[in-house]
């Protein structure tokens, strides 16, 4: 009983979910799970706070009946859900914490190679996540994001404008200033000089 074309865009799977079909819902949570949970864990550096955000974010999704806006995809518009949420709660909360937090690693685990019973390997690949959060960490807060929409929700610079209320160059600066620092930060861990955005 298959049915010659089945439009299974995330536009037509939101469609089909808000007119009752649970497997819909199943699937884009699927897609867009683990580029959300990076892009929260990254901007808040707080897996904990970013879990609570994530929750309420697809929370906020299945309580609205809104659509996206425009010509917005359904991942620029998600993302910009759950970025207000993380500004909701920032704002409820007090701003964020510095808190040094490493990505939650069972969210992960299933992107990651199974390295097997090897504990240098599995010591080494802490270190690197723990190095790359320290790294985001330094980058100014717009540069953190823009960098994290980029990496993690994979959203062209033109949806990252348009979720930031940004012009594009802006947007395209701020990424390549991202890109530089985060180079230079981890071919040397001891660096403190700032590169001028």
């Not at 690949?125 to 790294?135: E, T």
């Amino acid at each position: 009983m298959n049915t010659p074309f089945r439009d299974d865009s995330d536009a037509a799977l939101l469609r089909r979910y808000r007119s009752g079909d649970a497997d819909a819902f199943t699937e884009l949570y699927a897609r867009h799970r683990l580029g959300l949970h990076r892009f929260l864990c990254g901007l808040c550096g707080d897996s904990a706070q970013a879990e609570e955000v994530f929750q309420e974010t697809w929370l906020s999704l299945i309580r609205s009946d809104s659509q996206p806006f425009g010509q917005a995809s359904f991942k620029t518009w998600l993302y910009q859900i759950g970025r207000n949420r993380l500004i909701d709660h920032w704002r409820k909360h007090g701003r964020r914490q510095d808190i040094y937090d490493s990505f939650d690693e069972q969210l992960h685990a299933d992107a990651l190679p199974s390295p097997g019973n090897e504990p240098e390997r599995e010591l080494a690949l802490s270190r690197d996540r723990q190095r790359l959060q320290g790294a985001l960490e330094r980058l100014p807060e717009e540069q953190r994001e823009v960098f994290l929409l980029r990496a993690h929700g994979d959203l062209d610079l033109t949806e990252i404008a348009e979720l930031t209320h940004t012009p594009a160059e802006t947007v395209k600066s701020r990424l390549r200033y991202a890109l530089q620092k985060l180079r230079r930060l981890l071919s040397d861990p001891a660096a403190t000089e700032e590169v001028s955005p």
